[in-house]
């Protein structure tokens, strides 16, 4: 079975500052990994995927992610928060089972 | 064309109505997939049809009845529907490989938020 661990639920930031979410996933092999933004009452937009090759994986909007095998992680980055960031994330993964699984999400507050 | 549309935006319903979700797709994904999010929550899996056959079904209540009438559309038929079924439904669409091999991005629809009242 394949399943997604964001350990925080709630991160806050000031804007300006770095960021990291943290996502752990549990598969048996290497998965196919993903992260989402969603902002209030809207659907999900893709920041960037992972499925092979170069472990660190560039998205849009500046975010960055890196695939880390031996920590079963698979972290989003980015260097410097715009308020307009602030919204929900949710890592996902799509194993064998052909289909996304998502973590629970992590609620990203940017202070002026 | 690299959009999920679904329509409406916003519903809403009385437990005595039938209404339908629809999903649209242009990109020539076989795969598609109905999500259920409730506040605060991630998207949870209903459905999935690859090559316009139901493949999974999540335990959901026969109230939802899921229909692929072509490899571009998506429909959700609801009836008799309770207040703890407003959500946000989402549509997602992914190229769906037979051997379960490649790569497979999934674009989702913005939702339509369902009210049961």
């Known amino acids: 079975a394949q399943s997604v661990t964001q350990p925080d639920i709630h991160i806050t930031v000031s804007e300006g500052a770095s960021l990291e979410l943290r996502c752990n996933y549990s598969?048996?092999?290497?998965?196919?990994l993903f992260w989402y933004v969603q902002s209030p009452g809207q659907g999900l937009q893709l920041l960037l995927k992972?499925?092979?090759?170069?472990?660190l994986v560039q998205g849009i909007k500046g975010f960055e992610a890196e695939f880390k095998r031996s920590q079963s992680s698979f972290n989003l980055r980015k260097p410097s928060v715009h308020w307009s960031d602030a919204a929900e994330y949710f890592c996902a993964v799509d194993g064998s089972a052909r289909q996304l699984t998502f973590g629970s999400g992590t609620q990203l507050t940017v202070l002026p | 064309d690299t959009e999920v549309t679904q329509t409406p935006k916003h519903l809403v319903m009385g437990m005595t109505n039938k209404k339908s979700l629809k999903c649209e797709q242009h990109m020539g994904h076989r795969a598609m997939y109905w999500y259920k999010q409730k506040a605060k929550k991630p998207p949870e899996l209903m459905f999935v049809?690859?090559?316009?056959?139901?493949?999974i079904n999540e335990s959901v209540p026969s109230r939802f009845s899921p229909e692929c009438p072509n490899s571009s559309l998506l429909n959700l038929h609801l009836h008799a529907l309770q207040p703890e079924d407003s959500a946000l439904y989402l549509c997602?669409?992914?190229?769906?490989?037979?051997?379960?091999?490649?790569?497979?991005?999934?674009?989702f629809g913005s939702g339509t938020r369902l009210t049961v009242v």
């Open positions: 997602a669409s992914s190229q769906d490989h037979p051997l379960g091999s490649g790569s497979r991005g999934y674009t």
């Open positions: 598969y048996g092999a290497t998965p196919y």
């Open positions: 049809y690859s090559y316009e056959k139901l493949s």
């Open positions: 992972y499925f092979s090759g170069d472990t």
